[in-house]
């Protein structure tokens, strides 16, 4: 099983800036693996972010709603996964998940993933 464990949440003015980080426990991916970002506002469907995938070789992807202003990033050595929030907007306000596979997967849909956090909040006024 993994476990996967979010913090770096918290209320922010619009402009601000935010880092979340998720804490990668219990298996370990030794082979190729996605993890990713979500984010769910009340009464909206999950959404997905920006994933990092360790396939063939590492990349990442991230949101044309987010592109530019977040950045996700991966540090394998301490086993965690941050997303990087700046230019922060109302509209990011939510809250935001972590999640992983230890697969290749269509990295926008949630439902190719095989393991979540409980989720952080994000809120972001103007």
């Known amino acids: 099983q993994v476990q996967l464990v979010e913090s770096g949440g918290g209320s922010v003015q619009a402009g601000g800036s935010l880092r979340l980080t998720c804490a990668i426990s219990?298996?370990?991916?030794?082979?190729?693996?996605?993890m990713a970002w979500f984010r769910q506002a009340p009464g909206k469907e999950r959404e997905w972010v920006a994933s990092?995938?360790?396939?063939?070789?590492?990349?990442?992807s991230h949101a044309d709603s987010v592109s530019g202003r977040f950045v996700i990033s991966r540090d394998n050595a301490k086993n965690t996964l941050d997303l990087q929030m700046n230019s922060l907007k109302p509209e990011d306000t939510a809250v935001y998940y972590c999640?992983?596979?230890?697969?290749?997967?269509?990295?926008?849909?949630?439902?190719?993933?095989?393991?979540w956090g409980q989720g952080t909040q994000v809120t972001v006024s103007s």
């Open positions: 990092a995938m360790s396939w063939v070789e590492e990349m990442t």
């Open positions: 999640a992983a596979s230890a697969r290749v997967i269509r990295v926008t849909s949630p439902d190719d993933y095989d393991y």
């Open positions: 219990g298996r370990t991916f030794s082979g190729r693996n996605t």
